[in-house]
């Protein structure tokens, strides 16, 4: 079955730099887009960042354009998003999801805190 589990979320200062990490499992990942969203609390989830199953293509959302970073390694089934110059209200839960057979699968997510 379809596994993605996120990893390298942390309490970080405002300015500062996470890479967070999407490993995946159960299906051809190599052949799927893949995106990153987040929630915070209080709010609904957000499209973050996606990327196309080669890696050609990329879009972001604009509240992270220029700061984040959207990549993926397909022979070690891996998405990852390379955050810079972070701001408290980047602070939320981050998730990466596969759209696959007319539906989303979720990854459990992985906390961000952007605080001093």
């Known amino acids: 079955q379809v596994q993605l589990v996120e990893s390298g979320g942390g309490l970080v200062q405002p300015g500062g730099s996470l890479r967070l990490s999407c490993a995946a499992s159960?299906?051809?990942?190599?052949?799927?887009?893949m995106s990153w969203y987040r929630q915070a609390p209080g709010k609904e989830r957000e499209f973050v960042a996606f990327i196309t199953s080669a890696g050609g293509s990329t879009n972001y959302a604009d509240s992270v354009k220029g700061r984040f970073t959207i990549s993926r390694d397909n022979g070690n089934d891996t998405l990852y998003l390379q955050m810079n110059s972070l701001k408290p209200e980047d602070t939320a839960v981050y998730y990466c999801r596969v759209w696959r057979n007319a539906r989303g699968y979720w990854g459990q997510g992985t906390q961000v805190t952007v605080s001093s």
């Open positions: 159960g299906f051809t990942f190599s052949s799927y887009t």
